[in-house]
């Protein structure tokens, strides 16, 4: 039992330190990487030098940052070909961002996070950097993370918002529980997730859930930008956009099930 412990706390540590590199695309440094994962240096580069070994990290030119490594991009184009949905989704993000000038994104549900998969800039000259391709937040926090946990069962908000206590710590008391339910209910009753400059303030997002064939909200797609485009007037026609692509996103979905 006690190595199995320690097997499965190995693998958790090898998995936060993928993760924190993929968050890291011009690379990071063995510091970095271990004060965010909560390791120390000796045992962050003890593991870094093992995942180089095997391909799935290395160190850049210069030699002192470490970037993603060949191994991943070989496994990850065998798993595109069933976990991929960015052939289906592209045209719906590039329809959302030409309607509505915002910038419109895919992302996906990886547990307790969403990580943005597409993005499309949108035609107003003056826009919000807080979402890009590989970006995680807790679920809840960015109007994609919000809307997917909006329109899970009920059972299973209880039990993630149970487990989440690090959101209200790292976040801040807007995203305390009380704050996140009183968001769920207005998103279920809107329909899309909106949220007001909580993360960057200013920066405004909406977020409309995506279901698998299994109908479950697996995928948003969302939009975002600076306050003054997400007016009370605007915001309804923004979002009935959002859920029209959202719908028949689900629809290409389902089809395309096996």
Same mark, same amino acid.
């Given at each position: 039992?006690? %190595?199995?412990?320690?097997?499965? %706390?190995?693998?958790?540590?090898?998995?936060?330190?993928?993760? %924190?590199?993929?968050?890291?695309?011009?690379?990071?440094?063995?510091?970095?990487? +271990?004060?965010?994962?909560?390791?120390?240096?000796?045992?962050?580069?003890?593991?870094?030098?093992?995942?180089?070994?095997?391909?799935?990290?290395?160190? @850049?030119?210069?030699?002192?940052?470490?970037?993603?490594?060949?191994?991943?991009?070989?496994?990850?184009? $065998?798993?595109?070909? =069933?976990?991929?949905?960015?052939?289906?989704?592209?045209?719906?993000?590039?329809?959302?961002?030409?309607?509505?000038?915002?910038?419109?994104?895919?992302?996906?549900?990886?547990? @307790?996070?969403?990580?943005?998969?597409?993005?499309?800039?949108?035609?107003?000259?003056? =826009?919000?950097?807080?979402?890009?391709?590989?970006?995680?937040?807790?679920?809840?926090?960015?109007?994609?993370?919000?809307?997917?946990?909006?329109?899970?069962?009920?059972?299973?908000? @209880?039990?993630?918002?149970?487990?989440?206590?690090?959101?209200?710590?790292?976040?801040?008391?807007?995203?305390?529980?009380? +704050?996140?339910?009183? =968001?769920?209910?207005?998103?279920?009753?809107?329909?899309?997730?909106?949220?007001?400059?909580?993360?960057?303030?200013?920066?405004?997002?909406?977020?409309?859930?995506?279901?698998?064939?299994?109908?479950?909200?697996?995928?948003?797609?969302?939009?975002?930008? $600076?306050?003054?485009?997400?007016?009370? @007037?605007?915001?309804?026609?923004?979002?009935?956009?959002?859920?029209?692509?959202?719908? %028949?996103?689900?629809? =290409?979905?389902?089809?395309? +099930?096996?």
């Amino acid at each position: 039992m006690a %190595q199995a412990m320690q097997g499965s %706390q190995v693998v958790s540590r090898v998995a936060a330190i993928l993760r %924190q590199v993929s968050l890291s695309p011009g690379g990071a440094r063995t510091s970095e990487l +271990a004060a965010a994962v909560g390791l120390t240096r000796p045992t962050a580069h003890r593991l870094l030098r093992s995942l180089a070994a095997e391909g799935y990290v290395e160190l @850049d030119p210069t030699g002192t940052l470490w970037v993603l490594g060949p191994e991943l991009f070989v496994m990850g184009t $065998i798993a595109a070909a =069933r976990h991929d949905v960015s052939d289906l989704a592209a045209p719906a993000v590039q329809r959302l961002a030409a309607l509505t000038g915002e910038s419109a994104f895919l992302s996906v549900r990886r547990g @307790d996070e969403t990580v943005c998969l597409l993005r499309e800039e949108g035609s107003f000259p003056v =826009r919000s950097f807080v979402l890009y391709e590989g970006v995680r937040f807790p679920l809840g926090v960015a109007s994609a993370g919000l809307a997917i946990l909006s329109f899970l069962p009920t059972t299973e908000l @209880d039990s993630y918002l149970t487990r989440a206590n690090g959101v209200t710590a790292n976040w801040g008391e807007t995203h305390s529980e009380t +704050a996140i339910r009183d =968001r769920v209910a207005e998103t279920r009753q809107r329909g899309f997730a909106v949220n007001p400059g909580l993360i960057v303030e200013g920066s405004w997002g909406i977020g409309a859930a995506v279901f698998d064939a299994r109908e479950r909200p697996v995928y948003a797609l969302s939009l975002t930008g $600076i306050e003054p485009r997400f007016t009370t @007037d605007r915001l309804p026609a923004l979002g009935r956009a959002l859920l029209a692509e959202a719908h %028949q996103l689900s629809r =290409r979905l389902g089809a395309s +099930a096996p």
